[in-house]
């Protein structure tokens, strides 16, 4: 058999079409937002709206952690709230960098 007579038959052959090329970029496209959706942003939505909640629940007498600080709320302001510390001194915060709020009567573990 010639091998060279089978080159014309494999160079009439049309290259695999892409008819929903675009569609299927689109599908994907559409994929990676619903899972950024549900994996990233939704969680994080959560746990913002939970922290806005505990922030606004805060009350003199309770316990806080801010940016590594660990005081008792002393008095609440518009945008911040002084902390008295374990020596009695007192500082004053942002309510935004409180990432943690213990009532008094909460039990530590």
Known sequence: M???AF?????????PGRDGGFTQT???IA????FFYFILWRP?????????EQRSAMKPGDRVTAVG???TIDKIQEQ???LRMVDGSKIEVLKAA????QSPGSVEK
Request: aromatic share 0%.
């Open 26 to 28: 689109l599908i994907m």
């Open 2 to 4: 010639n091998l060279l």
């Open 31 to 34: 994929l990676a937002i619903v």
């Open 98 to 101: 409180i990432s943690e709020v």
């Open 44 to 52: 994080e939505q959560k746990r913002r709206k939970a922290m806005d």
């Open 69 to 71: 600080i660990v005081g």
């Open 7 to 15: 080159i014309p038959l494999l160079l009439d052959t049309e290259a």
């Open 80 to 82: 911040t709230v002084i």
